[in-house]
């Protein structure tokens, strides 16, 4: 919400990835990814499209603009200073609800007008917040499509759809691609339990807790990652999170030069699997222990 505002303050402007980090997220050290993940999630509220937006719009290089008509209420000022209209008894009595205009047509009063934007505003706010519980409930609803399992095995991962973090938000597919080519090379690894893309792709988009998606996927790890560009180089940065705590077990950041899409995707699946392969699995010694 503070991100929403910081951008509606400022709507027609362009707010650098600077200003709203010191803006919104004001002595907290985060990094840029805190923007970048608000900003999405404020559209999937929204309904917004990155590609044709009608409220947040993407300024490469340069960071985010409300391009949405934005205006300021003002409540009355007597209700502003006192913070309530005045009662009915009082010795100022309440203006009458209509005026007249100079050709001798009834025109609203100050207060009414005022009465009318508060009335436009509060159900502006109801229709959201049902819009929000609606959109909630059908989620939760769409969930018991999938079923909940208990992992069967500690060598089990669930690879969440990659992000896509570059300036231009125009690299999704490559993103998506990098997923499918990770659960191709993991599930190829003897013992490896790894659900396949139609489970995985189920949780893009969605806000759900990292242990819920591991319960029904039925994993004991979640890799989830993201996909930046900066000229003709590609950074893909990965994880693999512990559900059971959501503490971070191992990262890896790749650097490519961006020529070939696919020996990209390759390249970097193959070395992420040979990363989590000796993370993971077990050596013979140690296999009763664990």
Known sequence: ????????EHAGEVVSIDDLLNQVWSGVNVSPDSVYRGVTSLR???GDNRKQPTYIATVPRLGYRMVATVRRVVADQSIAQTGSAPDADSEHPTPA????????????????????MWAAVATLCLALVMATALRF???NYNQTAVPTVVPQSQKSIGVL??????????????????TEELIDKLSKIPGFHVPGPTSSFYFKGKQIPVADIAKTLGVAYVLDGSVRKSGTRVRVATRLIHPCNGYVVWSETYDR???????????????????LRASIEPRPEHDKAL
């Open 161 to 178: 759809p990659f992000l896509d973090l570059t300036e231009e938000m125009n690299e999704e597919p490559f993103a998506d691609g990098m």
């Open 257 to 275: 030069p961006f020529d070939d899409i696919l020996v990209v995707q390759d390249d970097i699946a193959s070395e992420v699997t040979k990363a």
């Open 44 to 46: 999937r509220v929204l």
């Open 137 to 139: 409930h059908v989620k």
């Open 97 to 116: 609800a209509t005026d007249v205009a100079e050709n001798g047509a009834p025109t609203p009063s100050p207060r009414l007008r005022t009465g009318f």
């Open 1 to 8: 919400m503070q991100l929403l505002l910081c951008l509606a």
